[in-house]
């Protein structure tokens, strides 16, 4: 997935952190951003309040498809996960147009969700703390560019609602050291991505891009968010 230049960058990055490790005696492990923040952020005052069963989908863009998809695969009321593309049009969604950073998409995952057992609140919450850094604008880390926004897709204006609330409140709280970069849009058309990209951290836990910027997210989801963290196998 990710070109030359992203591998050399993020080897000198794991390099000089394993060198920092070394250097202190070993006491310190590498982090990330999903597993520097032990605590959850505060969940969202205004959320969605829903009682009957039913199917409710959600769209967000927070750097590199595999790290979300493979942390919603994680949550318990979630039904479907899809890595995919939105943003742009239907001609340019595919890694290679996307990856060009030429087109206005994102690289997203669709999430369908039963709310009356996770709450859209409750996805944004995993969404600001462990899914990725939103305080990073048009990056996440060593993958840049404007497919790698943080980006929230509305599908209703209830989930809109909800969402720019949250970001204030967040804002107001001064939860994070700068100010949120989130993008709030709504939803024109989501396009799924190609076969190789679904499930890719499952299928492919040995990547060491894997190892070392999701697998501290999905560690991040089970030590902060327990009573929502579900195992999950791809079929």
Not at 30 to 46: N, Q, R, S
Not at 105 to 117: G, N
Request: glycine share 8%.
């Amino acid at each position: 997935m990710k070109n030359t230049s992203y591998w050399i960058g993020l080897g000198l990055t794991f390099l000089i952190a394993l060198a920092a490790v070394l250097w202190i005696g070993g006491r310190q492990p590498m982090t990330t951003f999903a597993d520097t923040k032990k605590a959850p952020i505060p969940a969202p005052t205004v959320d969605e309040h829903v009682t009957a069963s039913r199917s409710e989908t959600a769209v967000f863009g927070g750097g590199c498809f595999w790290g979300v998809q493979a942390v919603y695969q994680r949550v318990k009321g979630v039904t479907a996960t899809t890595a995919g593309y939105s943003g742009g049009t239907k001609e340019t969604a595919n890694y290679g147009d996307v990856s060009s950073e030429r087109t206005e998409h994102a690289e997203t995952v669709k999430v369908v969700f039963d709310p009356s057992k996770v709450s859209y609140g409750t996805l944004l919450r995993v969404f600001f703390s462990v899914v990725h850094d939103p305080t990073q604008l048009n990056r996440q880390g060593n993958d840049v560019g404007t497919s790698y926004r943080s980006v929230i897709f509305y599908t209703t204006a209830e989930q809109q609602k909800v969402a720019q609330a949250y970001i204030a409140q967040l804002d107001a709280a001064h939860v994070f050291p700068k100010k949120i970069v989130t993008l709030v849009q709504p939803l024109k058309a989501f396009y799924d991505g190609e076969d190789y990209h679904q499930d890719y951290a499952e299928k492919n836990p040995g990547n060491p891009y894997i190892q070392v910027c999701d697998v501290p997210k999905i560690a991040g989801l089970k030590e902060q968010f327990p009573e929502l963290f579900q195992e999950y196998k791809h079929k």
